[in-house]
Structures are given as structure tokens and as C-alpha cells.
């Protein structure tokens, strides 16, 4: 009877660690995933930014979901990174969604249209305007579940070896620029080169290409243009907020456990705010050495600007007249940025204003 | 014999079993926290941050760091929160720094101080200027651990039932506005009120105070100002990009298994960019609503201005000669400030000033 006593409580015992021990292993079963992502490991912010997400998923997961993060070229080229999560050479990849345009220039809206949202209206309309849940629905059909994860904040026009004072300057000038800014500026009569950031310095060098855009002061100094090009433009208006993604292989995301969704989700809200604000801190001591070294900055004239701004809006109107995925996300989106734009002229605008004129005062 | 071998093997799989399960009860114990904050529930988006935070802790966590906020004066009142976080009589708290002026006016650079830094360069400071490191040093006298958790962004100026056209015109004017603005405003003749934010609305109707500012078009809204004043001036030169912040108890958060400090960091993150897209939003719906209602929209005057960014210099000339805690931020913090704006000036306000200009045009 006692014996019978002891076995009924032990087999108690046993069920309640049984029950306790499987839960676990199926809340966070131990996972090693790989993720390319379009960047070499020297620029650290790019980089950095997967790099970040992955260190704290597996701080968030008791290293049990871990993340090996591989550089562009190691095992997937730069710009396929798209494909090879899609057919599930890797479980995840970290990219810009416009490299893709060539397949649909509708990938653009993830990263940045010409004239489009600043770095905070990005993250607003993807969160707050409907932009995720029009991105995820268009990306179904390529197997991939996007997650926004960082910014480069406004980005730079580029190198130039030549200035650019008008519209017509910009005659056959061969400009190294990627995705659907050169379709803009196609109608201008730029000749746009795609060439990957590794190559950039050789083929501006060697005088293949005129002109070159990157990001801005700090990675752009890493890549050595200031040694190849004088003038400095600004702004990117192509890239006013582009926004950097998460892409993850649909049946892998559809396979995770909550935790570890969470976790995707929470670190990349996470690296959001993190790769800005490491931009933001590195880029003016960047451009200060740039200065002194001999660089010079240029802002794009307003007639300049404005031949690009006219050329953009009627690819615009072409793009959506021909593309229904492109139109339905464009429609959205044109009327967030409006409404964002009116916003920003207000206390946004005027503060940054009053304390950038106080800068120039400053004459620091 | 039969029931020693049985109490051996049951031995032997309850020790392996305990080995496991301590493991994981170490790593993630049932936790449960109370979180005090300074706003109320209708404030959707200062209250919807730590809500946020709540909800993202106990899905990383499988629901075993359960964490419950409660509004502004639900068990502790909506400017008591330091001293709540402080004596333990909550774990953690959901507040803005610069209510805590009066003990020490260092508090005021966790939030935001007068021509301070805008939302992104405020996050910049915080994670990679030195401001969490100059910051969490400052509050270990306080015995609390801060982690920035949230931005609204620029905020307004506030309402006013008389324009305000010269420096002259704030002169005895009751101002209800928070902190360490209302220093730089008495040397102005300004007569700063603290009021919190539920009695502001009575005050400004019965004229108790003329003025009020509170954040910006959506919580304002809310809070139903513009039924008692006329004029809605902006930019809240006082808030450029005022963050609120997570305090977390020292010894509560020393005590934390490595996860959950993971998890209170990665979400805190995440609501910094969550926050400040809501507003963002949700403000330019709210302006409209405002404008059609009969809200008159008005700029400071640049000589308005002017008067008090050089009472805020001479404020924090005096604060920084009597307070060494002061200074050692403040030297490090006005450095740091200097280089973002040489910096924006260039891509981000060139891009943004291109777009408000355009967004002027369509006059919508």
C-alpha cells in the first residue's frame, strides 16, 4: 500500500516535470539559422544592424535560436539575397527591398521612392499608414515575410567629378546609382550604372562612370570616393529615409514558435532606432574629415531639383498606369507622405530650422 | 528491494529532470511587476508606449514576466513616479525625466531641454553619444536604472488665448509648462504653472492661467484645448524631441535574469520607434480636424525666439556654475548637439525643406 501510495505521487511528480519539459522545448526549441545580407562586413552600421538582431535574439532566447549572420558574397552574391531566401538557400537575409526593381519596381516602397518619406515617415507608414500590410501581402507571391529593420537616415547625392549646376549638365553623364532613381534620371538623360559597392571606387577611378552615389559621409569615406571625385552633393533626393529589411523565408516564419517571432519582431523594432542613431552619430565627424581633406560640398540647385521632381512624377503616373500592384501601393503611400509633409512644415520643421540656422551662425 | 531500485531510477530521472528545470526557472522565473506611469489611459500613445512594452515582455517571455501598468494616479500620482520606482513601492515606472527637475535640474537632459535635440539625435546621444552611460550614472544616486522608451517628436508651442508678436507680450502671462522651459521663460517675465495635465483644460477656461502647452495636435485634441484658446503657436522650442523613459528599480533590476534584461532593453527600443511613428501618424489627421474647427495656427516671431534661446544660453551658464552634475552633461551634451546640427543642416533639412516646400504648393 505504501509502495502503491509512492508510486501514485511520483507518478504525479513525473507528469508535472513531463508537462513542464516538452512545453519548453516546444516554446524554444534550440534553431541555428543563416542570414546573408547585402553588405560587406566594413560598413559597420549596414552590418551592424543584422549583427545587432542576431546577438539579441540569442540573448533573448538563452542562445537557444541562433543567427549566424554571413557578409555579401560569402555564400550568397550581394543583390541575390532576395532569391535565395526565396527559394530557402538560407532561412533569412537582410537587404535593401529596391535592389529588386528589376522584377517589380512595386520593391521599391520597402527602401525609398524618389522624393518620398524622411527616415521617421518610413517607420510611420510601415507601422502607422498601412505600409506593412500592403508590402507583406505583395511579397506572398515571392515566399517572403519582410520585417523593417533599420534606416540609413537622408542619404548623400553622391560624387561628382564634374559640378552640376543645371538640368542639361546631366546629359549622358554616367552615374553609378542603384534601382528606380535611375529611371528617373534615365529621362534626364543620365546613363545609370549598377554596380556593387565593392566596385564603385575602381570604375569612378578609371573614369568608366563620373559619378557615384553610396550613402553618406561615413561609409562613403570608408569606400575612398573623396580620393577619385571632388564635389559632394546633397541631397540624396532619391533616398530621403530608406529603410533596410528583414526578409525571411515565409515557411520558416511560418514554422516559428511565438517567442521567437516576438523576438524577429522586437529586435528589429530595435535595430530600427539603432542603425539611425549610429548613422547619425558617426556621420558628422565623417563629414568633417572629408571637409578637411579637400571635399566639396554642393547642394543640388533648385532647378536641378526640380527637373527631378517633375521627371519622377511622371514615372509615377507611367509605373502606375501599367503596374496595378504598383498603383494600389502608390496610391496609399502618396497620400501618407502628403499628409506627413504637412505635419513636418510645422513644429518638426521649424524647430530643426531655427537650431540649424543657429549652427551656420556658429560657423563651426 | 524492488521499491530501493525504484527509488533509485526515480531518483535518477527526477535529478535529471530538476537539472533542466532549475535551469530554465533560473533563467526565466514567474515574475510579476507593476509598472506606475505619469500619463493617463486616454493618452493612447505616451500610455500605449509602456502597454507595448508590457505586451512584447510576456511574449518573449511565454508569459512568465508578466508586467501590469497602471495610469497616472491609479496607485501612485502622475509625478511621483521617480519616488514610487526609488522606495520600491512599484518595480518600474513610465515618466519623463524633467518632471524631476525640482530635486536636481540634471534630470531634464533624459528628456529634453530647451533648443535641445530633436527626436533621432536625442536617441543618437542616448546610445551613442554617451548620454544612457552619463545618464544611468547620474540616477544610481536615485537608485534607479532609466532606459529611453519612447519620443512624441517636436512638440507645439501650446495654446494662447492672445497672440504672441514680441518678447514684451510674455510678460506676466500665466504659462502652464513643465520643468526646466519654465526657468527659461520667467527671465522673460513668463509666470510658469505646474499643472498636471487633467486640471489644465479647468484652468485655462476659468483663466486661472492664459497659456498652455501640453504635446502636440493629437493629445492635445484629447485633452480638448482648443475649445478655450484661439491660438496654437509652434515649435515647442522647449521640446525638440522629448523622450520618456522606463526606470526600473537598482535592486529589482540587478536581480533580473539575463533574458528578461534582454527583453526590457530589445522592447524599450522597439517603443522608441513605435511611439514616435503613432504620433506621427496620428498628428496631421488631428492638425486638420484642429484648423476646420477654428484653431488659428501661428510661428513664434524669429525675435521671440531669439529672446529665449538667449535666456536658455544664460540658464545654463548659471546651472552649469553652481552644479558640477550639470556640467559634466551638459559640456558633453551641447558638443554633441553642435555636430548633429552641422550635419542635418546638410541631407536631412535639404531633403525635408524640399518636400515641405513642396507639400506649401499644393496648398492642401
Redesign the interface.
Known amino acids: 500500500m505504501k509502495?502503491r501510495v509512492?508510486?501514485k505521487s511520483?507518478g504525479v511528480?513525473?507528469a508535472a516535470?513531463?508537462v513542464?519539459?516538452p512545453a519548453?522545448a516546444q516554446?524554444?526549441p534550440e534553431l541555428r539559422w543563416r542570414l546573408t545580407v547585402s553588405w560587406p562586413k566594413s560598413l559597420d552600421t549596414l552590418y551592424g544592424g543584422p549583427e545587432h538582431l542576431a546577438k539579441?535574439v540569442a540573448?533573448?532566447?538563452?542562445n537557444k535560436f541562433q543567427i549566424r549572420v554571413f557578409a555579401a558574397g560569402e555564400i550568397v552574391p550581394a543583390l541575390q539575397v532576395l532569391d535565395a531566401v526565396q527559394n530557402g538557400t538560407v532561412e533569412a537575409g537582410h537587404t535593401a527591398s529596391y535592389y529588386y526593381v528589376g522584377k517589380d519596381p512595386t520593391f521599391a516602397f520597402d527602401t525609398s521612392i524618389p522624393?518620398g518619406l524622411?527616415?521617421?515617415?518610413q517607420?510611420?507608414?510601415?507601422?502607422?499608414?498601412g505600409g506593412n500590410q500592403l508590402f507583406q501581402e505583395f511579397m506572398k507571391d515571392y515566399g517572403v515575410h519582410p520585417i523593417p529593420c533599420g534606416n540609413t537616415?537622408?542619404?548623400?547625392?553622391g560624387w561628382f567629378r564634374k559640378e552640376i549646376k543645371k538640368p542639361e549638365d546631366l546629359q549622358g553623364l554616367k552615374f553609378r546609382i542603384g534601382g528606380f532613381a535611375g529611371q528617373v534620371l534615365t529621362k534626364l538623360g543620365v546613363v545609370p550604372q549598377q554596380i556593387g559597392g565593392g566596385d564603385i571606387y575602381a570604375a569612378l577611378e578609371k573614369g568608366t562612370i563620373d559619378a557615384a552615389e553610396w550613402v553618406?559621409?561615413y561609409d562613403d569615406e570608408k569606400l575612398g570616393f573623396n580620393k577619385v571625385a571632388k564635389y559632394y552633393y546633397?541631397?540624396?533626393?532619391w533616398e530621403?529615409g530608406p529603410q533596410v529589411s528583414l526578409y525571411v523565408n515565409m515557411k520558416q516564419w511560418e514554422s516559428l514558435p511565438?517567442?521567437y517571432k516576438?523576438?524577429l519582431?522586437?529586435?528589429s523594432?530595435?535595430v530600427?532606432?539603432?542603425m539611425?542613431?549610429?548613422y547619425?552619430?558617426?556621420?558628422?565627424?565623417a563629414?568633417?574629415r572629408l571637409i578637411a581633406g579637400g571635399t566639396v560640398?554642393r547642394?543640388f540647385t533648385r532647378e536641378v531639383?526640380e527637373a527631378c521632381?517633375k521627371s519622377a512624377n511622371e514615372l509615377y503616373a507611367e509605373t502606375s498606369a501599367k503596374n496595378a500592384k504598383f498603383k494600389k501601393i502608390y496610391d496609399s503611400w502618396v497620400q501618407f507622405r502628403?499628409?506627413?509633409?504637412?505635419?513636418?512644415?510645422?513644429?518638426?520643421?521649424?524647430?530643426?530650422?531655427?537650431?540649424?540656422d543657429?549652427?551656420?551662425q556658429?560657423k563651426?
Chains 1, 2 share one sequence.
Do not use: C
Request: without cysteine; proline residues 6%.
Open positions: 509502495r509512492f508510486l511520483a511528480g513525473l516535470t513531463a513542464a519539459a519548453i516554446s524554444m539579441r540573448e533573448l532566447t538563452d522624393f524622411n527616415a521617421r515617415q517607420y510611420a507608414w510601415m507601422h502607422f499608414g537616415g537622408a542619404q548623400m547625392g553618406g559621409p546633397y541631397p540624396g533626393w530621403g511565438p517567442i516576438a523576438a519582431q522586437a529586435a523594432g530595435e530600427n532606432a539603432w539611425v542613431a549610429k547619425d552619430a558617426q556621420n558628422p565627424p563629414l568633417r560640398l547642394p531639383m521632381y502628403n499628409e506627413q509633409n504637412l505635419w513636418f512644415r510645422v513644429s518638426e520643421q521649424a524647430f530643426d530650422r531655427f537650431m540649424n543657429k549652427s551656420a556658429r563651426s
